[in-house]
């Protein structure tokens, strides 16, 4: 018997769910059912709109072809506002029901605004959809305007990046260092090295205690006394998963999202969840989390859409994976890259040398990676991560080429 699958959201976890339904189902009903008002894409395109990198004609990831082809159904702007607890039924903001078989949310994060004196009496414009992007356009007038960016995580420093491409001044307020997250101070100066040359200021190691309206711009005050204007403020500091419809629904929640089991499968059991939104095991050490990246959200949605079709398969956890392009060059980190102990830790390259590759290397295994300005497949040592594959008689070559060993390895343990 034909079953009905929804899916809630349009970006890469839902397509992935949609396309794997599809392969493995050719008569269930599929419809995907996303807030915004037009075709899916991806947010880490948006920066691009801004430097004329791409237009929006060729944003989106999917057309409307994708959607006959898979025998699917595409609605645009409905928010999903409750889950019902007693039946299989969901329902949107105006009023409209949709019942489902099995249920997939994916509704990815939102911005959050920081707990700061003045936050709410002055635009404070966040960079996560395509309304927002058509939001910071239509303020980046006069062309040379200055751009504060509250935050210095890798939505923070692409949106950076671009807007400096696109003539824009650029003033980064970062707490401690930006993308401390994935990047060691070293991998992270050779980073804003290239920012600074390329135009901004990058304030680090205070918060910012006041906002205020300064004519027709905006002045922060920050902890120590500075005061820093501008004519747009852009909050990059934090999101929250998307997740405000669950009350009374059932569906049990952690502090980061949507608890999952190893099928992507809610505390509900026709109720899955990916993407952003769902707390998962990660590969190492098994324990819950979110890894809000593209590359985890495609796998989850892969599950998922299995599970959902009726298939068992389980997700092996997470992987941290984030590559960054900036100003014709590149950095990335992958897996367990910073702050390990007991673990075998090599580095080559300095801020001086304009590159910089380290590895962690836990019992001959590959465990994580930083990179900047090293031409390398991230992708590959991704590879040989998930794979586990034997690196300790070559972690010295690895260090010192990592783009041809990584490659090697990866062409041994396919081969094997």
Request: with cysteine; net charge positive.
């Given at each position: 018997?034909?079953?009905?699958?929804?899916?809630?959201?349009?970006?890469?976890?839902?397509?992935?769910?949609?396309?794997q339904i599809r392969n493995l189902s050719g008569e269930d009903q599929i419809k995907m059912v996303t807030m915004e008002d037009n075709l899916?894409?991806?947010?880490?395109?948006?920066?691009?709109?801004?430097?004329?990198?791409?237009?929006?004609?060729?944003?989106?990831?999917?057309?409307?072809?994708?959607?006959?082809?898979?025998?699917?159904?595409?609605?645009?702007?409905?928010?999903?506002?409750?889950?019902?607890?007693?039946?299989?039924?969901?329902?949107?903001?105006?009023?409209?029901?949709?019942?489902?078989?099995?249920?997939?949310?994916?509704?990815?994060?939102?911005?959050?605004?920081?707990?700061?004196?003045?936050?709410?009496?002055?635009?404070?414009?966040?960079?996560?959809?395509?309304?927002?992007?058509?939001?910071?356009?239509?303020?980046?007038?006069?062309?040379?305007?200055?751009?504060?960016?509250?935050?210095?995580?890798?939505?923070?420093?692409?949106?950076?990046?671009?807007?400096?491409?696109?003539?824009?001044?650029?003033?980064?307020?970062?707490?401690?260092?930006?993308?401390?997250?994935?990047?060691?101070?070293?991998?992270?100066?050779?980073?804003?090295?290239?920012?600074?040359?390329?135009?901004?200021e990058i304030i680090t190691g205070h918060e910012v205690e006041r906002v205020a309206a300064k004519g027709k711009g905006v002045e922060l005050?920050?902890?120590?006394?500075?005061?820093?204007?501008?004519?747009?403020?852009?909050?990059?500091?934090?999101?929250?998963?998307?997740?405000?419809?669950?009350?009374?629904?059932?569906?049990?929640?952690?502090?980061?999202?949507?608890?999952?089991?190893?099928?992507?499968?809610?505390?509900?059991?026709?109720?899955?969840?990916?993407?952003?939104?769902?707390?998962?095991?990660?590969?190492?050490?098994?324990?819950?989390?979110?890894?809000?990246?593209?590359?985890?959200?495609?796998?989850?949605?892969?599950?998922?859409?299995?599970?959902?079709?009726?298939?068992?398969?389980?997700?092996?956890?997470?992987?941290?994976?984030?590559?960054?392009?900036?100003?014709?060059?590149?950095?990335?980190?992958?897996?367990?890259?910073?702050?390990?102990?007991?673990?075998?830790?090599?580095?080559?390259?300095?801020?001086?040398?304009?590159?910089?590759?380290?590895?962690?290397?836990?019992?001959?295994?590959?465990?994580?990676?930083?990179?900047?300005?090293?031409?390398?497949?991230?992708?590959?040592?991704?590879?040989?991560?998930?794979?586990?594959?034997?690196?300790?008689?070559?972690?010295?070559?690895?260090?010192?080429?990592?783009?041809?060993v990584s490659r090697a390895l990866m062409t041994k343990k396919e081969r094997e």
């Open positions: 018997m034909a079953k009905k699958h929804l899916l809630i959201g349009s970006g890469a976890a839902g397509l992935s769910a949609l396309r899916p894409y991806s947010p880490t395109a948006l920066p691009y709109l801004l430097s004329g990198k791409i237009e929006e004609a060729k944003l989106w990831t999917v057309d409307e072809t994708f959607f006959k082809e898979t025998r699917s159904e595409l609605k645009t702007g409905k928010k999903l506002v409750r889950i019902a607890s007693d039946r299989d039924e969901v329902e949107f903001e105006g009023g409209e029901r949709e019942t489902f078989d099995t249920l997939l949310l994916a509704t990815g994060s939102e911005p959050v605004l920081p707990p700061i004196n003045g936050i709410n009496t002055i635009p404070v414009l966040g960079f996560h959809t395509l309304k927002d992007y058509h939001e910071l356009v239509s303020r980046l007038r006069p062309k040379k305007c200055q751009v504060l960016i509250y935050g210095g995580g890798l939505v923070a420093m692409g949106l950076a990046s671009n807007l400096l491409k696109r003539g824009c001044g650029v003033k980064v307020l970062v707490r401690s260092r930006i993308l401390r997250r994935y990047f060691d101070a070293t991998a992270g100066a050779l980073i804003a090295r290239s920012f600074v040359e390329n135009g901004a005050l920050l902890t120590n006394g500075t005061k820093v204007s501008g004519n747009i403020l852009v909050n990059c500091l934090g999101t929250a998963p998307r997740i405000d419809f669950l009350q009374g629904s059932g569906i049990s929640v952690v502090k980061d999202g949507i608890l999952v089991d190893g099928h992507m499968r809610t505390t509900r059991a026709n109720v899955y969840a990916a993407g952003d939104v769902a707390v998962s095991n990660d590969f190492f050490t098994h324990k819950e989390g979110a890894n809000a990246i593209l590359p985890s959200a495609m796998e989850q949605g892969k599950i998922a859409g299995a599970n959902m079709a009726g298939e068992v398969r389980d997700y092996t956890g997470w992987i941290s994976m984030n590559v960054f392009h900036f100003f014709g060059k590149s950095a990335a980190a992958i897996g367990l890259s910073n702050g390990l102990e007991g673990v075998d830790t090599l580095t080559d390259g300095s801020e001086q040398k304009g590159h910089y590759t380290k590895l962690n290397v836990d019992k001959d295994r590959l465990v994580g990676v930083q990179l900047v300005n090293v031409p390398v497949d991230p992708g590959v040592l991704l590879y040989l991560i998930k794979n586990r594959v034997n690196v300790g008689p070559f972690k010295e070559q690895l260090l010192q080429a990592p783009g041809e």
